[in-house]
């Protein structure tokens, strides 16, 4: 991920109680989020995750059918270490996500299920900061999140979700994304960043697959260099960074 361009960061809202974090791959949410995460939950907050797929095409050295359950054993591991213990997969298919109506319309209904006042998911755009190309993955999920967050409110987008019993819910205040090159506020890192290291390295298998470096040099490395580099922005604290959108 590129750094966040912006020195005049604004703390991030604190008056709600749930959050949905809605994101294409496990690990998605720890290579940058899981700081914020575990300090809300510290505070009494429910976080539930959502995953547009299992990361099963992820690791060149493992099959799929290997691959899939692994990360998914990794990434309840890593939710938990953060205090976030509903983890939820749609089951696209990895490396090919659609942005569309099928994507919107599951992403809709997790929304709908879970009922939260703040949707989190990850950089939408087609680059991390024009430097490094983002994969279609997150750009479909990115996106198809934002637009889900209305969706969620109109009964007449999916009204085959109500007769699901998943009523429209329009009580979600706010869209933050990560990983934006132009984030406008951010959370303290500092209280959650221990459980933000443990809870990447949970991900043992892919950070291996990765890097042959130490995992926990590297997770350490990787998260404390980016809430580092965002806490320019907010007074010199460490934290983590999101573009925040209001409705």
Do not use: K
């Amino acid at each position: 991920m590129t750094q966040p361009r912006n020195d005049r960061l604004e703390p991030m809202p604190g008056d709600w109680r749930r959050a949905l974090a809605v994101v294409a791959h496990p690990d998605d949410l720890e290579y940058g989020c899981a700081a914020a995460i575990a300090g809300w939950t510290d505070g009494g907050r429910d976080v539930v995750y959502v995953l547009a797929t299992r990361g099963e095409a992820g690791i060149d050295s493992l099959e799929p059918a290997v691959c899939g359950p692994l990360r998914e054993r990794e990434q309840r591991a890593s939710a938990a270490v953060v205090g976030v213990s509903t983890v939820e997969f749609l089951d696209h298919r990895d490396g090919v996500v659609e942005y569309g109506v099928a994507l919107r319309r599951d992403i809709t209904a997790a929304i709908r299920r879970h009922r939260p006042e703040l949707v989190l998911t990850l950089n939408h755009r087609d680059t991390w900061g024009g430097v490094a190309w983002n994969t279609p993955d997150h750009v479909a999920v990115g996106r198809a999140t934002l637009d889900a967050v209305a969706d969620a409110g109109n009964r007449w987008i999916f009204p085959e979700l109500a007769a699901q019993g998943l009523q429209p819910w329009n009580g979600v205040r706010w869209a933050a994304v990560a990983g934006s090159s132009t984030p406008t506020h951010a959370v303290e890192a500092a209280p959650g960043m221990e459980r933000a290291v443990r809870s990447l390295l949970e991900h043992r298998t892919y950070i291996r697959a990765l890097t042959d470096d130490d995992p926990e040099t590297y997770a350490r490395t990787f998260l404390n260099a980016q809430a580092e580099a965002t806490g320019e922005g907010f007074g010199g604290r460490p934290a983590v960074a999101f573009e925040l959108f209001s409705r």
